[in-house]
């Protein structure tokens, strides 16, 4: 899997055409350890979900963060764990 790959499966899962299994779960955590752009894009919407959850202001201007963030919230806890 490419950074673009993954990114464009990313923004596919959010618009709800696509879905992912544990397969593609699997593959994205494969390329995410050895990418660090990758982990500091996801990195990044995790912080803000945490911070939504945590019910701390910020600024999400952007409509694909906000659709992103409540989209991968539930799924990130059911594919990879609340933990970390
Ligand atoms: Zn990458």
Known sequence: ???E???K??????????DLTQADCERFAAHL?????C???VD???GTIQLFRAGVPFPLPAEFQSRLQGALRE???????ASA
């Open 9 to 18: 499966a990313l923004n596919e899962y959010v618009d709800g055409t696509l």
């Open 39 to 41: 982990q500091i894009v």
């Open 75 to 81: 799924r990130w806890r059911e594919k990879f764990g």
């Open 5 to 7: 790959e993954l990114l």
């Open 1 to 3: 899997m490419t950074c």
């Open 33 to 37: 350890s050895g990418c660090n752009p």
């Open 44 to 46: 990044n919407i995790r």
